[in-house]
T-cell receptor, first 115, second 115 residues
Framework: AQTVTQSQPEMSVQEAETVTLSCTYDTSESDYYLFWYKQPPSRQMILVIRQEAYKQQNATENRFSVNFQKAAKSFSLKISDSQLGDAAMYFCAYRTQGGSEKLVFGKGTKLTVNP | DTGVSQDPRHKITKRGQNVTFRCDPISEHNRLYWYRQTLGQGPEFLTYFQNEAQLEKSRLLSDRFSAERPKGSFSTLEIQRTEQGDSAMYLC?????????????FGSGTRLTVV
């Protein structure tokens, strides 16, 4: 079974600085998808960024980028120029390419942005 | 369309009672998912519908849990004979057929407290 591990329960960053959130996963599959979701205190989860395993190029969405290391099964999220609105729980998630439709989530990292 | 709607937002029930939650997905989304999130954990997959067909169920969905999506529109999740361990946030999400590209749209969840 696939597992997702987020080793940092909490992280903090100064406004305008850069922070990196870590995620590792375990799978025997070669084709899959990885996601980062943000869950603000209002509890509605929002997709931040996604990565297809077959793509070598790291995904980027504005201030958010990932460092995808397939051999190491690592998928970290970098947030540049952190803003107060970035404060939230961040969840890393895995989805197989075929078969199951489910997302497997990590336990999350709580990000605090200090003014 | 204002997104995925879940009702109620909060539910307090006595142990042993039955509860039912409702999820209204985005109208053009044919896929609907239920997840459960306990405190300090990431969401855990419960079940998935494509239109009205329930295509995948987690082993977490014990015989006390049942989900339906009549006519492929809204969905209900019923928990019979609730137990204290059922206390959690129940999240609903929907997606179009190309959910790999667009990701899920989550609702704000229903927080269940069993006393």
């Amino acid at each position: 079974a696939q597992t997702v591990t987020q080793s940092q329960p909490e992280m903090s960053v100064q406004e305008a600085e850069t922070v990196t959130l870590s995620c590792t996963y375990d799978t025997s599959e070669s084709d899959y998808y990885l996601f980062w979701y943000k869950q603000p205190p209002s509890r509605q989860m929002i997709l931040v960024i996604r990565q297809e395993a077959y793509k070598q190029q790291n995904a980027t969405e504005n201030r958010f980028s990932v460092n995808f290391q397939k051999a190491a099964k690592s998928f970290s999220l970098k947030i540049s120029d952190s803003q107060l609105g970035d404060a939230a729980m961040y969840f890393c998630a895995y989805r197989t390419q075929g078969g199951s439709e489910k997302l497997v989530f990590g336990k999350g990292t709580k990000l605090t942005v200090n003014p | 369309d204002t997104g995925v709607s879940q009702d109620p937002r909060h539910k307090i029930t006595k142990r042993g009672q039955n509860v039912t939650f409702r999820c209204d997905p985005i109208s053009e989304h044919n896929r609907l998912y239920w997840y459960r999130q306990t405190l300090g954990q990431g969401p855990e997959f419960l079940t998935y519908f494509q239109n009205e067909a329930q295509l995948e169920k987690s082993r977490l969905l014990s015989d006390r849990f049942s989900a339906e999506r009549p006519k492929g529109s809204f969905s209900t999740l019923e928990i019979q004979r609730t137990e204290q361990g059922d206390s959690a946030m129940y999240l609903c999400a929907s997606s179009p057929a190309l959910e790999i590209i667009y990701g899920y749209t989550f609702g704000s969840g229903t927080r269940l407290t069993v006393v």
